[in-house]
């Protein structure tokens, strides 16, 4: 990829695009994002299942993680079945389910659960309230935290604590690190193109006096 | 992947794992992250390099993107360059530089560049402040907009407008989606593992009475 033409764009060019353009494009630039299927109930224990791609890590002690939610748009049930409840699920796409899960991105009505919509099968975990995705192979349950209200666009971040995770036992290495590749999970670009992975390595802690190698 | 064991943790499992292993654990569950190199340099033109796994997007009208930066520990210098000057780049990483790019990760003094250190060139687009990394296909300039403070763990958010797009024009597709596979561009898991990808598939826009197709 050294020798082809390179083209740039600025603020100007990016107010000229018309808006779906504008959000495949600019969705595209981020990288490869991390694709999760959020799983809530409400009180009534009516399910609600929604994909994000906007999902962070933000510390590892206390575990918090974090994701973007729009309030002005779907799925707007997500944010209140968290705030209702306090809980939710995080859940990794694989092969066999990202068609499921990127149809639950679908506005079906409140009173149709997307785990029935898209099927998919909940399943719940000792007593942790949030429904998980049966057929997904990396399970997270978190408890809600803080919701930052980013006035910038209208969108909050959704800060949780990951209290409880399933994962399959021959993915855990010996130093904490889990597989996910050898799990199945996927990953994202722009709004719509799943890939799967393919490790080149992983790198040994970096030190400044010594060049990194593979583990 | 479906008939093996799972094992399942819950915070108090959490609570007792070894720091180290710990972090690396906590970091593997989110999922495949989006990896890029933040280039910036301060008034006097000295020039700073880190790699960032915590990359999201925040919305496409106005562009803005998001990073979680730890002020407490390094790499520092780029919060203080960021703060110091409004501008930053995003540099998509690639199988040929990801070893250079973790390699900016390790403690340099503040004396030395990131881009020397780990043998990175500096370029420059138009008139943007903030140095790129020459060898990314994929690069952004970003405006600081707003730094927000996440007091459960002492980090912070930095959003940034996007203000500067150079990508290769073949992977510019007719409905705005940029091809960052055909790009090179790589994903990581937890902290040190880095992938290429391999695409299952677009989707098409989803709607409740239909289900998505291969686009």
Redesign the interface.
């Known amino acids: ?1 050294q020798d ?8 100007e060019d ?1 107010l000229q ?20 299927l959020v799983g809530t109930q409400n009180k009534q224990k009516e399910t609600n299942l929604a994909i994000f ?13 974090a994701f ?1 939610v729009r309030p002005d748009v779907s799925p707007r049930h997500t944010l209140e079945n968290i705030l209702e409840t306090g809980f939710y699920t ?1 859940n ?1 796409l ?2 066999s389910i ?2 499921n899960a ?7 009505p409140r009173e149709i659960s997307e785990f029935d ?1 898209v099927k998919l099968k909940t399943s719940y ?2 007593d942790f309230f949030a429904p998980f995705v049966a057929e997904s ?2 399970k ?1 349950g978190c408890e809600f ?2 919701r ?1 209200d ?1 006035e ?2 209208g ?1 909050s ?1 959704i ?1 949780g604590k ?9 993915c ?1 290495q010996t ?13 994202v ?20 006096d010594k ?2 190698t593979e ?1």
């Open positions: 990829m082809h033409e390179k083209k740039v764009f600025d603020t990016l695009m018309e808006t779906r353009y504008r959000a495949s494009f600019i969705n595209s630039l981020g990288g490869f994002k991390s694709v999760i791609n906007s999902f962070i890590h933000i510390g590892a002690n206390p575990a918090l993680c973007i995080i990794h694989n092969e990202y068609k990127h149809q639950t991105s679908a506005r079906y919509a975990l000792d192979e990396v997270l935290q803080q930052i980013i910038l666009n969108t971040l800060i990951i209290v409880k995770i399933e994962v399959p036992e021959k855990i130093d904490g690190f889990i597989d996910i590749e050898l799990a199945g999970s996927l990953t670009s722009g709004l719509d193109s799943y890939h799967k992975t393919e490790r080149l390595s992983r790198l040994s802690y970096a030190k400044p060049w990194p583990i």
